[in-house]
């Protein structure tokens, strides 16, 4: 007679620590997932930077200004800063804004093969990063929906797992794809 109860017990036990071990490794999966997403987001933004810092040269050059600092000020100023990737996201749209007013106000810019190669460049990065963006938003709503919901619920408090942050597309203007084909 108590080696039936005993069973049940161990049964009761086994089956919760298979739901808990299943889920925080659901959610291991999907934290590496988002983890190789912000690298690959990180790396497109790094290159980004790099191909406005590097224009900073040849805008000075076909516009014979001076003063580097009125030169894409944005990315001469994340040169001394230190920001989060959807900051840094942001900040390079206002970059690459300032990036194409040049073409707008110097018409020998548009001439320029640095030019040239780093608008081409900086539309394949766009491709790059809205797929990645798209990829990272889709792991993440699967992430907090197991955050959110219950049972996993339970084990994201005892690990204290919490919701991500997305990345927000770029709504208030037309895409950077669209600016740099003009």
Same mark, same amino acid.
């Given at each position: 007679?108590?080696?039936?109860?005993?069973?049940?017990?161990?049964?009761?036990?086994?089956?919760?620590?298979?739901?808990?071990?299943?889920?925080?490794?659901?959610?291991?999966?999907?934290?590496?997932?988002?983890? +190789?997403? +912000?690298?690959?987001?990180?790396?497109?933004?790094?290159?980004?930077?790099?191909?406005?810092?590097?224009?900073?040269?040849?805008?000075?050059?076909?516009?014979?200004? /001076?003063?580097?600092?009125?030169?894409?000020?944005?990315?001469?100023?994340?040169?001394?800063?230190?920001?989060?990737?959807?900051?840094?996201?942001?900040?390079?749209?206002?970059?690459? /804004?300032?990036?194409?007013?040049?073409?707008?106000?110097?018409?020998?810019?548009?001439?320029?093969?640095?030019?040239?190669?780093?608008?081409?460049?900086?539309?394949?990065? /766009?491709? /790059?990063?809205?797929?990645?963006?798209?990829?990272?938003?889709?792991?993440?709503?699967?992430?907090?929906?197991?955050?959110?919901?219950?049972?996993?619920?339970?084990?994201?408090?005892?690990?204290?797992?919490?919701?991500? +942050?997305?990345?927000?597309?770029?709504? +208030?203007?037309?895409?950077?794809?669209?600016?740099?084909?003009?």
């Amino acid at each position: 007679m108590i080696v039936i109860p005993i069973a049940i017990f161990i049964l009761v036990v086994f089956v919760i620590a298979l739901f808990f071990f299943t889920t925080i490794n659901h959610f291991q999966e999907y934290i590496i997932r988002i983890n +190789e997403a +912000e690298v690959s987001i990180d790396s497109v933004l790094r290159k980004r930077f790099d191909l406005l810092n590097k224009s900073v040269d040849f805008i000075k050059e076909a516009t014979k200004l /001076e003063d580097t600092g009125t030169i894409l000020p944005t990315i001469i100023k994340l040169r001394s800063q230190s920001v989060s990737n959807i900051e840094l996201d942001k900040e390079l749209y206002a970059a690459i /804004e300032e990036f194409q007013s040049y073409a707008d106000k110097y018409e020998e810019i548009k001439k320029n093969e640095g030019y040239v190669k780093t608008q081409i460049n900086l539309m394949e990065s /766009e491709s /790059e990063i809205v797929a990645l963006r798209k990829y990272y938003n889709d792991i993440t709503v699967n992430y907090n929906k197991l955050v959110n919901s219950f049972p996993s619920k339970i084990v994201s408090f005892l690990k204290k797992y919490t919701v991500k +942050e997305y990345y927000e597309e770029r709504k +208030e203007k037309k895409s950077i794809l669209e600016e740099l084909k003009a």
